[in-house]
């Protein structure tokens, strides 16, 4: 197929066309040049291994929200007192997924890898801070959904990274995008599957979906969250060592990460005491706007105005996020005050109630 072209009359198209197959098949992209401070301009990507990259991250946020919605569909139709929740979810418009990859691919395509990379460190910075928490009460069934975009970017970062410069990397990024793809429209046809016959095929049992997912729907959070422990490591070392070769040396990189890890520490605990206090819709966007305000006014200082454009994009990518995954945060949002509102479980009574008589023996 490389030598096709000698065998092609020599049009000027025809050369434009048989270069352009020679560099996809070869997977020879430009190589990025670096840059010596991070406010110069940075290394160019490549328009198809970030298109293609983006498609990839897409996917990956799509298998995510999909085994939510199964494991929150299946827990809904299990209780009695959540019919109501679960034909919320089952009514949920199935276009609304292809919109989704759709808009998400492109948001990844654009946004540069610096911005990326700082959406990736601030969410693992924040889950961090979310399951330390825990015991306090934070919420935590709905870090699955709020990680959507971060997931994408991660996905995105770490791609990029360990691609660059591989020979065949147009290639491997092909067969990334169809290994994703099918998955993704596995998970989605079995989500829609679950959503219209499961509450049927559970009872009868002639249904092999249904029946695996009958005994094992209650590890899907497990699941995911070894999945995104690798991922989210993965993409904190590629972000890393993607914003660290903008800087010639240690001085300016310690300039860099000194107040940037200070100031993120201090807005997300700020954020997770609110969220811990005010757990409502209007606290998640109002949160958002608080993460990407700040991440401006830093790229204000050491960035370009590209990457300030990013910020925007980032911006539009995680309100969307939030807005496609409404009806499940809603239910996860429920979820995490009812232990709350029901007070202390009976373990925890069980607790108390056998701690008096010790201390009233102590004493």
């Not at 809904?76 to 979810?89: A, H, M, R, V």
């Not at 991660?154 to 990334?176: F, Q």
């Not at 200070?262 to 706007?289: D, G, H, K």
Request: net charge positive; hydrophobic share 45%; with cysteine.
């Amino acid at each position: 197929m490389l030598s096709l072209g000698s065998w092609l009359p020599s049009l000027p198209s025809l050369a434009w066309g048989t270069a352009l197959m020679d560099s996809v098949l070869q997977g020879e992209g430009a190589q990025p040049a670096l840059s010596p401070t991070w406010p110069l301009s940075g290394p160019s990507q490549d328009p198809l291994v970030s298109s293609l990259a983006g498609l990839v991250g897409a996917c990956a946020v799509s298998v995510l929200c999909s085994l939510v919605k199964i494991y929150l569909y299946i827990q809904c139709l299990n209780d009695p007192d959540k019919q109501k929740e679960k034909e919320t979810i089952r009514s949920q418009w199935s276009l609304l997924d292809h919109l989704h990859l759709v808009l998400l691919t492109g948001i990844f395509t654009v946004v540069g890898y610096r911005v990326a990379a700082l959406v990736v460190l601030e969410f693992s910075l924040r889950a961090v801070s979310m399951l330390l928490s825990l015991r306090k009460g934070a919420p935590s069934s709905q870090l699955f959904l709020l990680c959507q975009y971060s997931l994408g970017c991660g996905i995105s970062c770490s791609l990029s990274y360990l691609l660059e410069g591989a020979p065949h990397r147009t290639w491997n990024l092909v067969l990334s995008v169809g290994l994703a793809g099918m998955i993704a429209s596995y998970v989605r046809k079995a989500a829609r599957h679950v959503c219209i016959m499961y509450e049927l095929h559970s009872k009868e049992r002639y249904c092999g979906v249904c029946i695996s997912l009958l005994t094992s729907w209650r590890g899907i959070p497990l699941l995911l969250c070894n999945a995104l422990k690798v991922t989210f490591v993965v993409a904190d070392l590629a972000a890393v060592a993607l914003i660290n070769r903008d800087f010639l040396t240690t001085s300016e990189a310690i300039r860099f990460w000194t107040p940037l890890t200070i100031c993120y520490t201090l807005l997300v605990i700020y954020m997770q005491e609110e969220q811990r206090q005010n757990p409502s819709e209007q606290t998640a966007y109002q949160t958002v706007f608080v993460r990407m305000g700040g991440l401006l006014i830093l790229l204000m200082t050491v960035g370009r105005w590209m990457d300030i454009l990013n910020v925007f994009v980032s911006l539009v990518g995680e309100m969307w996020c939030l807005v496609h995954a409404g009806i499940m945060l809603d239910i996860c949002r429920r979820q995490d005050l009812s232990p709350r509102l029901s007070g202390p479980s009976p373990r925890e009574r069980r607790t108390r109630s056998e701690a008096r008589p010790q201390e009233a023996t102590a004493s």
